[in-house]
């Protein structure tokens, strides 16, 4: 492991014994920060990384087009053919909406266009397949998982310990987790301090959009065509789909000295290069198809961290391997807390 990665894991200074009875504690702040400046100390050409990239926007009018077109075409079928609109849902129409679920993720970065309110109408186009109003749901507290991370209070990508209790330490359990993902997300929802400001005006707007959408295909195309994209939408964020290991992947732990892993799968090609966890983290203001080059910039800086090659195969050990439970993930509430400094602070480093 190179000086720069080891520096950047070992400070995270886990206690990993608390997973027998919780998350993995710690008291450290958030590496992504501290290693950005470091990034753009060690390599100032990575600025020219940051910024926009509406070259997005087509291939989201591309992707829509095409579930538009599959979802035609099962319509046509009729609702005798269910089976067939579940299984290419499951092979075809997964991907093409997870990769709509990262347009998304790169719109709340506001890394498409220069204006948010065109990111915003691009998150709610690449939100239409899904069937399910997300888009500035999500906005909103992805932006909180950031500024956030790992915190019980504020992050909704923590599972809650009601989740973790009941299904987070059988194969059964985290396989239901697994196949219910989505309600289990939005569960934690009403966990979470202060506000809920989701509700607004571009709130109601992404919901306008994606009913009118769901009710134009249910007239026009039959309801096989819509339980087809309700089904790509199940399946892309979980529903036992490999994909759904990309929640795994991003921040549970099998090492209690790094918090956020990658993915580096051929799977990047299809899924937008969301498996370049650690660098987005590092520069949420870099555009997906950027991360690769922020990695060969400064690859004395990631090249070191441990990463995973197969979302299959971590699907899989995730659920059968009694060491993964929704526990072996990193809370760092204390470490937000006035109370409770740093440990790096306390130790006068």
Not at 205 to 211: D, G
Not at 325 to 330: D, F, I, Q, S
Request: hydrophobic residues 50%; contains cysteine; positive net charge.
């Amino acid at each position: 492991m190179s000086l720069q990665a080891t520096q950047f894991t070992e400070a995270a200074g886990v206690d990993a014994a608390a997973s027998a009875e919780g998350f993995l504690k710690t008291a450290e702040p958030r590496p992504h920060a501290i290693r950005r400046r470091a990034i753009l100390a060690a390599h100032p050409q990575v600025k020219t990384l940051i910024g926009h990239d509406p070259l997005t926007f087509f291939i989201t009018l591309g992707v829509v087009g095409m579930q538009i077109a599959i979802a035609a075409a099962l319509g046509a079928l009729g609702l005798g053919y269910w089976w067939a609109a579940l299984l290419v849902a499951f092979c075809v129409g997964a991907f093409a909406n997870h990769a709509m679920f990262v347009v998304i993720h790169d719109a709340c970065h506001n890394a498409i266009f220069a204006k948010p309110m065109w990111n915003k109408w691009v998150g709610i186009l690449a939100d239409l397949p899904n069937a399910v109003p997300t888009a500035m749901g999500f906005r909103y507290y992805h932006i909180k998982h950031h500024s956030h991370l790992g915190d019980y209070d504020f992050d909704a990508d923590l599972p809650s310990h009601w989740e973790a209790k009941i299904f987070g330490r059988t194969a059964l359990g985290k396989a239901v987790w697994m196949f219910f993902f989505a309600p289990f997300q939005l569960a934690r929802l009403g966990r979470l301090r202060g506000t809920v400001p989701m509700w607004g005006r571009w709130t109601f707007i992404n919901a306008a959009c994606v009913i009118a959408f769901d009710l134009a295909v249910l007239l026009l195309l039959g309801p096989n065509a819509l339980l087809y994209l309700f089904a790509s939408f199940w399946f892309s964020i979980g529903g036992l789909h490999p994909l759904g290991a990309r929640w795994i992947q991003e921040h549970f732990t099998s090492d209690p000295s790094q918090e956020t892993f990658d993915y580096y799968g051929p799977l990047n090609k299809v899924a937008l290069n969301i498996g370049y966890h650690n660098e987005h983290h590092d520069f949420p203001d870099v555009p997906w198809r950027r991360l690769p080059e922020l990695k060969r910039m400064a690859p004395e800086f990631y090249d070191g961290l441990k990463f995973h090659r197969s979302w299959t195969g971590l699907l899989l050990k995730f659920v059968f391997d009694p060491s993964y439970t929704l526990y072996t993930r990193v809370d760092r509430s204390a470490a937000n807390r006035p109370s409770s400094p740093p440990a790096a602070a306390r130790a006068g480093r």
